[in-house]
C-alpha cells in the first residue's frame, strides 16, 4: 500500500540518506528529472541537486540538525538542465535501523520566476522613483495630508526624510503650503474626489529650512472595488527655478515690448522674427504684415549700398553695427532711424538671430538740417550786408560828394546862370541821397516788422494820371525819352476806386517803372493794371536787357545787386524789388515775375480791391 502511494504520488518523491544515496525515485520524481529511477539511484544526490548552488550546504546543516526542512535549492535534470526546486523533507527509520528521508520535491521555477520579476520590478521602481526629480506620495484625505508612503524625493523638496514624516505627525505637508494656498487645495481636492478626476496645481511651500518654494502637484484618488476612497495618491515636483525663469522672461518681455525704442529680431538672412510696439508704431506695418518678411520691407532706396554692405560685413562678423538711416514706411513715407544691430550667439558660439534696435531721429536731422539751413542763411546774409554796406558807402558818397564839390564851388564871381546850375545839381543829389535813405529807413523798418500801412479809398485812374508824368520824368532823368510808353487800363472806365495804401502802392510802381527804363536800352515799355476777381492786377513790361534765371531766383531777396554794383552803371543799392515785394504783401497781395536774357522782363503783382479781401 505504501509503495503504491509512494509510486503513484503526484509530488514527486525521492528515498534517500545522509550521504546522499538515493535508495527509490517515483514516477513522477522520473517526470520531474527526465530520468529513469535507476539513473536516479546510480548517480545519487550529485545527480539531481545543483551541487554548485551556495544554499547546499546550509540545507544539509539544518536538516543534519533538525530532521525536517522545506528550503528552496537548485535541482538539475538528467538532461543537465536546471529549476528552482523546494524540497521537504522527512525522517524515519527502516526496519533495520537505518535513518532514511523521504523528500517531496516541487518546481517552482514557475512561481519563482514571478517573484523574480516582481522583485525586479518593484526595484525598478524604487529606482525610478529615487530618480525623479519630484517627490512620489500616497495619503489620506484628511486636513493634512497624512502620507502612507512617500519617496525620497521629499527630503530635496521639503528637507525631511521620508522617515522623518512618517514619524513625527507634527510634520504634516498641510503645514508647509503656504497658508494663503491650503484652502484652495483642499477644495480642489474635494472636486477631484467626487469626479473622480485628476488633481493639478501649482503652489507654494515652506521647506524645513524656512526656504519658500514653488511646487507643480499632479495626483488622483485611488478607489477600492467597491468605490470607496482609499488613499490619493501623487507627484510634487520643485518649479522654483522655471517660475523664476518664467517670471524673468515676463519682465523681459514687458521691458522690450513696452521700450520706447524699436527692437525687431530676426533670423540671420534678416526675416523678421518678433517686433515690438514701438517698430509697429514706428513703420506703420502691423504684426501680421511685418512678422515673416525680411528686413527689405523697410529699404527707402536712398541709402548706399556700401552702407549696406559694411552692415552685413560688421554683424556677421559677430560686431555690432551701429548707424543711421533713411527707411521708408508701409504709406512710403521716410524717416531717418538711429540703428545698432547686434547679433545673437547660441550655445555653441553662432550666430542664430540679430537684434535691431533703432529710434526715429526724423525731428532730429529735420532740426539738425533747419539749423545747417538757417546757420547758412544767416552767413550768405551776413555777407551780403557787409557787401551792401560798401555799395551803400559807395553810394551815398556819390550824390553826397556832388552836394559838397558843388556847393564849394559856388562864390561870388560865379554868374547867376551858372549858381542857378550848380543848385539844380545840388538839390538833384539831396534828392537821390534821400530816395536812398528812405529806401533804407524802409528796410530797417520791414526788418523790425515796423512798417505800418494806412488804407483808403483811391482811384486808380487818377493815381495813373500821376504816375504817367512820373515816368516822363525818370525818361528825362535816365535819358530814355526814345522810350515808347503804353498805358492799360479797363477800357471805357472813368474812375476805379479801391481800398488800399496809396503811397506804398505808387512807390512799387515808381520802383517798377524806374528799373524798366534804367535796363531798357531802345524799344518798349508798357504799364497796366485790371480787374481780377476780387483783387487787381498790375504789371510793368519791358523789352530791355531782362534777366538771368539764376539773378531771378534770387531777385527780391535782400541785397541780391550787391555783386554786381560796382560793375553797373545804374544806380541803386539792390534792395528796391525787396521792399516792393514785402510791401506788396502788407497789402495783402503777392508780386513775381518773367523775364527772357535780352528780350526784357515782365514785373507783376496783384492787390486786393477791398482791405483784407
Ligand atoms: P536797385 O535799387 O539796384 O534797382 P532793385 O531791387 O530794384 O534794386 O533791382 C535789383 C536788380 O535787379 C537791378 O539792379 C537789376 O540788376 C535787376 N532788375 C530789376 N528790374 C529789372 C528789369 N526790368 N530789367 C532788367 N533787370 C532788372
Known amino acids: 500500500m505504501y509503495r503504491s502511494f509512494f509510486e503513484n504520488n503526484f509530488d514527486a518523491l525521492i528515498l534517500t540518506n545522509d550521504d546522499g544515496d538515493i535508495f527509490a525515485a517515483n514516477k513522477a520524481a522520473c517526470r520531474l528529472f527526465k530520468s529513469t529511477e535507476k539513473q536516479i539511484i546510480a548517480k545519487g544526490r550529485s545527480g539531481v541537486v545543483d551541487m554548485s548552488d551556495p544554499r547546499l550546504q546550509s540545507v544539509l546543516k539544518k536538516r543534519a540538525e533538525d530532521g ?4 528552496r535549492i537548485r535541482l538539475k535534470r538528467g538532461d543537465n538542465s536546471t529549476f528552482e526546486g523546494e524540497i521537504t523533507t522527512t525522517f524515519f527509520t527502516d526496519d533495520n535501523g537505518h535513518k532514511r528521508t523521504l523528500i517531496t520535491v516541487r518546481d517552482v521555477s514557475g512561481q519563482f520566476e514571478n517573484e523574480q520579476q516582481l522583485k525586479a520590478s518593484k ?4 529606482i525610478l522613483i529615487s530618480n525623479l526629480p519630484g517627490m512620489v506620495y500616497r495619503c489620506l484625505f484628511d486636513k493634512k495630508w497624512t502620507f502612507i508612503y512617500v519617496s525620497e524625493g521629499s527630503k530635496l523638496i521639503t528637507g525631511y526624510s521620508p522617515e522623518y514624516f512618517l514619524e513625527n505627525p507634527d510634520v504634516s505637508y498641510a503645514k508647509l503650503i503656504l497658508q ?9 481636492w474635494n472636486t477631484v474626489v467626487k469626479q473622480k478626476s485628476t488633481f493639478e496645481a501649482e503652489y507654494q511651500i ?8 514653488w511646487v507643480w502637484e499632479r495626483g488622483r484618488p485611488v478607489f477600492d472595488s467597491h468605490g470607496k476612497l482609499d488613499y490619493l495618491e501623487g507627484y510634487i515636483e520643485d518649479i522654483t527655478e522655471r517660475k523664476r525663469t518664467e517670471r524673468d522672461l515676463i519682465k523681459f518681455t514687458r521691458a522690450v515690448e513696452q521700450n ?13 522674427e518678433y517686433a515690438n510696439k514701438a517698430f509697429f508704431g514706428m513703420t506703420g506695418f502691423n504684426r501680421t504684415e511685418a512678422v515673416g518678411q525680411n528686413m527689405r520691407l523697410l529699404k527707402s532706396g536712398l541709402v548706399a549700398a556700401g552702407v549696406y554692405k559694411d552692415m552685413w560685413g560688421t554683424i556677421m562678423n559677430g560686431k555690432t553695427w551701429r548707424g543711421e538711416l533713411i527707411n521708408k514706411k508701409k504709406n512710403g513715407e521716410l524717416f531717418w532711424v538711429n540703428k545698432a544691430i547686434s547679433p545673437i550667439l547660441d550655445s555653441r558660439g553662432k550666430i542664430s538671430n540679430f537684434v535691431s534696435v533703432a529710434e526715429n531721429i526724423t525731428e532730429r536731422k529735420k532740426a539738425e538740417e533747419e539749423l545747417i539751413e538757417a546757420k547758412e542763411r544767416a552767413e550768405e546774409v551776413d555777407r551780403l550786408k557787409t557787401a551792401f554796406l560798401a555799395n551803400m558807402s559807395h553810394e551815398l558818397r556819390t550824390p553826397l ?5 558843388f556847393s564849394e564851388l559856388i562864390d561870388e564871381q560865379m554868374s547867376k546862370e551858372q549858381i542857378l546850375e550848380f543848385s539844380r545839381t545840388i538839390n538833384q543829389s539831396g534828392n537821390h541821397l534821400l530816395e536812398i535813405v528812405e529806401q533804407i529807413f524802409d528796410v530797417s523798418l520791414l526788418e523790425t516788422g515796423n512798417l505800418s500801412v494806412s488804407f483808403s479809398d483811391i482811384d486808380l485812374v487818377s493815381l495813373f494820371g500821376v504816375l504817367a508824368q512820373e515816368v516822363k520824368k525818370k525818361q528825362v532823368k535816365h535819358d530814355k525819352e526814345n522810350l515808347s510808353v503804353d498805358v492799360k487800363m479797363p477800357e471805357g472806365v472813368q474812375k476805379f476806386v479801391i481800398h488800399t495804401d496809396r503811397r506804398r502802392l505808387m512807390q512799387v510802381l515808381l520802383n517798377l517803372l524806374d528799373n524798366a527804363i534804367k535796363f531798357t536800352g531802345k524799344g518798349s515799355l508798357q504799364y497796366g493794371f485790371k480787374p481780377e476777381n476780387d483783387k487787381v492786377l498790375f504789371w510793368v513790361k519791358d523789352t530791355g536787357i531782362g534777366i538771368s534765371e539764376e539773378k531771378q531766383r534770387m531777385i527780391f531777396q535782400m541785397f541780391n545787386q550787391v555783386e554786381q554794383s560796382y560793375t553797373r552803371e545804374t544806380g541803386g543799392i539792390g534792395i528796391g524789388l525787396t521792399v516792393s515785394q514785402k510791401l506788396i504783401e502788407l497789402l495783402g497781395g503777392k508780386m513775381w515775375m518773367e523775364s527772357k536774357m535780352g528780350q526784357g522782363s515782365t514785373f507783376y503783382f496783384t492787390v486786393p480791391q477791398k482791405e483784407g479781401a
Not at 515652506?206 to 518654494?213: A, P
Not at 520706447?260 to 523678421?272: E, H
Open 260 to 272: 520706447m525704442s524699436s527692437i525687431v529680431l530676426t533670423d540671420i538672412n534678416g526675416n523678421i
Open 401 to 405: 560828394n556832388a552836394v559838397i564839390g
Open 68 to 71: 525536517l526542512v522545506k528550503e
Open 123 to 126: 526595484r525598478q521602481n524604487e
Open 180 to 188: 494663503k494656498y491650503r484652502n484652495e487645495i483642499w477644495d480642489k
Open 206 to 213: 515652506t521647506d524645513s529650512k524656512g526656504q519658500v518654494k
